[in-house]
């Protein structure tokens, strides 16, 4: 919903109706993730995507007749016939795709997520896409970190979700969770789709180089919010970092341990040392290897650097499996020259890491080609849709 709330809200503050459509569940190759939405505007507009292009048109249709009709749908998509081309996934993928009218009537604390969406306030919106009382349908669980609001007509079932979502909020992930009628711990009888907006995960860019300011640029682009530092001011200057969100003056090591003190720096942070420089290097990656498990950390530096910095790290007393942790020399293998080559080939490393890819040339394999464990990979049993 992230993807097309603008217009979302521009219809629900005028006090009208959009049909809303989101991928709650992808099997083998859908082109989409979880979450992935489109939006159908009250004067017919389309904004977002479920598909990549493949099955917009269809959606499109059930959008429009949901917002008439006011009765939210869940709905498959694949290939499977002649006609995959015109309503079908080409990729040869299968994905669910909930379509819900949405309007100030059916989604009253709407506006409420939208200012913590803006203010970078972790928030969930828990919905049910599958339910034997079709009143159920469409009706949501706001979850904050510190407490939930509910449309919901049971205290159990708005309880156990908003219990069961919380670890998915803090880690920023979306999911489909099933229940029973009720809210019990069951395998069949309620499905709801959690939509979790977690803040931007952060890029910790240390060292203000111009390889830095490449790896900046394109770190935004990912969605992260990007922050240099370098411990000097003459390089870590705004002007030079005009698209980061902060430019920070102060030692590598210093800024780290604040920003952990304060709990700023979490399992989906990035940081990348690009300094090469022992006296910066070192003790910064100390507390990194050290502390909680990072999405990434990666050092920039030669061959000959790398064997220093491993030797100097081990002098210092980590350990071969903190050390495992490190990618260093930062990259994949691109054979890049310039900043900007330099920093694809770091943010592909970063996205494979993310994702579980190999790193290899597609053509060279044999396998699928999205890696998100969000992806079942098993044929579902059913093609029923409400």
Same mark, same amino acid.
């Given at each position: 919903?992230?993807?097309? %709330?603008?217009?979302?809200?521009?219809?629900?503050?005028?006090?009208?109706?959009?049909?809303?459509?989101?991928?709650?569940?992808?099997?083998?190759?859908?082109?989409? =993730? =979880?979450?992935?939405?489109?939006?159908?505007?009250?004067?017919?507009?389309?904004?977002?995507?479920?598909?990549?292009?493949?099955?917009? *048109?269809?959606?499109?249709?059930?959008?429009?007749?949901?917002?008439?009709?006011?009765?939210?749908? %869940?709905?498959?998509?694949?290939?499977?016939?002649?006609?995959?081309?015109?309503?079908?996934?080409?990729?040869?993928?299968?994905?669910?795709?909930?379509?819900?009218?949405?309007?100030?009537?059916?989604?009253?604390?709407?506006?409420?997520?939208?200012?913590?969406?803006?203010?970078?306030?972790?928030?969930?919106?828990?919905?049910?896409?599958?339910?034997?009382?079709?009143?159920?349908?469409?009706? &949501?669980?706001?979850?904050?970190?510190?407490?939930?609001?509910?449309?919901? #007509?049971?205290?159990?079932?708005?309880?156990?979700?908003?219990?069961?979502?919380? *670890?998915?909020?803090?880690?920023?992930?979306?999911?489909?969770?099933?229940?029973?009628?009720?809210?019990?711990?069951?395998?069949?009888?309620?499905?709801?789709?959690?939509?979790?907006?977690?803040?931007?995960?952060?890029?910790?860019?240390?060292?203000?180089?111009?390889?830095?300011?490449?790896?900046?640029? %394109? *770190?935004?682009?990912?969605?992260?919010?990007?922050?240099?530092?370098?411990?000097?001011?003459?390089?870590?200057?705004?002007?030079?970092?005009?698209?980061?969100?902060?430019?920070?003056?102060?030692?590598?090591?210093?800024?780290?341990?604040?920003?952990?003190?304060?709990?700023?720096?979490?399992?989906?942070?990035?940081?990348?040392?690009?300094? &090469?420089? #022992?006296?910066?290097?070192?003790?910064?990656?100390?507390?990194?290897?050290?502390?909680?498990?990072?999405?990434?950390?990666?050092?920039?530096?030669?061959?000959?650097?790398?064997?220093?910095?491993?030797?100097?790290?081990?002098?210092?007393?980590?350990?071969?499996?903190? %050390?495992?942790?490190?990618?260093? #020399?930062?990259?994949?293998?691109?054979?890049?020259?310039?900043?900007?080559?330099?920093?694809?080939?770091?943010?592909?490393?970063?996205?494979?890491?993310?994702?579980?890819?190999?790193?290899?040339?597609?053509?060279?394999?044999?396998?699928?080609?999205?890696?998100?464990?969000?992806?079942?990979?098993?044929?579902?049993?059913?093609?029923?849709?409400?």
């Amino acid at each position: 919903m992230r993807d097309v %709330l603008d217009a979302l809200m521009a219809d629900w503050d005028a006090g009208r109706t959009s049909g809303l459509a989101t991928v709650v569940r992808t099997f083998d190759s859908a082109p989409r =993730p =979880p979450g992935a939405s489109m939006l159908v505007t009250a004067d017919g507009s389309a904004v977002g995507s479920v598909s990549g292009g493949c099955v917009e *048109g269809a959606v499109y249709e059930l959008a429009t007749a949901v917002t008439a009709d006011g009765v939210p749908q %869940l709905v498959r998509y694949g290939i499977s016939d002649d006609e995959a081309f015109a309503v079908g996934l080409t990729c040869g993928g299968i994905l669910d795709v909930f379509v819900q009218p949405v309007s100030r009537r059916t989604f009253e604390g709407l506006d409420a997520v939208r200012d913590d969406i803006a203010a970078g306030r972790p928030v969930g919106v828990a919905t049910v896409i599958e339910h034997p009382d079709v009143l159920w349908l469409g009706r &949501h669980v706001v979850v904050r970190t510190d407490r939930f609001e509910s449309e919901l #007509p049971s205290e159990r079932a708005s309880a156990a979700i908003a219990d069961d979502t919380l *670890g998915l909020l803090a880690t920023g992930r979306n999911a489909t969770l099933t229940y029973g009628t009720d809210g019990e711990r069951l395998d069949e009888g309620m499905r709801i789709f959690f939509d979790s907006y977690a803040p931007r995960p952060r890029m910790l860019v240390f060292g203000a180089i111009d390889f830095a300011a490449a790896l900046a640029r %394109l *770190g935004a682009f990912l969605g992260y919010r990007v922050t240099v530092c370098d411990a000097r001011p003459v390089f870590a200057t705004p002007e030079r970092f005009p698209e980061v969100d902060e430019v920070v003056v102060s030692w590598p090591d210093r800024y780290f341990a604040d920003q952990a003190a304060l709990g700023l720096i979490d399992s989906r942070t990035v940081v990348c040392v690009l300094t &090469h420089d #022992p006296k910066f290097d070192v003790p910064l990656l100390e507390l990194a290897l050290r502390g909680p498990e990072l999405a990434y950390i990666g050092a920039m530096g030669s061959r000959r650097t790398h064997d220093d910095r491993l030797a100097r790290l081990r002098a210092a007393g980590l350990t071969d499996a903190e %050390l495992a942790h490190l990618h260093s #020399p930062v990259g994949l293998d691109l054979g890049s020259r310039t900043p900007e080559e330099t920093a694809v080939s770091i943010a592909a490393e970063i996205i494979s890491r993310q994702w579980g890819g190999s790193g290899e040339p597609l053509t060279r394999l044999d396998g699928r080609i999205h890696h998100d464990d969000l992806v079942e990979t098993s044929q579902p049993k059913s093609t029923t849709s409400m």
